[in-house]
């Protein structure tokens, strides 16, 4: 279970980051997509008790 929390927060972390930068070159077509990646991995995250809190102020900041 930790390998695959960790694969978890790897693949939230770059997609935060994608979507940070889809916003930064205004894409929004991307960000969209992006941000849809982001909910079905906190969804994942919920479903499987994964603690993912320390990402909640990267959200509002994107």
Same mark, same amino acid.
């Given at each position: 279970?930790? +390998? ?34 982001? +909910?079905?991995?906190? +969804? ?19």
């Amino acid at each position: 279970m930790r +390998e695959f929390a960790l694969t978890l927060h790897l693949r939230l972390h770059d997609s935060l980051t994608a979507l940070r930068r889809a916003h930064a070159i205004g894409d929004d077509d991307l960000a969209v997509a992006q941000a849809g990646e982001v +909910e079905d991995l906190v +969804e994942i995250a919920a479903r499987h008790g994964i603690d993912i809190a320390g990402y909640a102020a990267l959200t509002t900041a994107s």
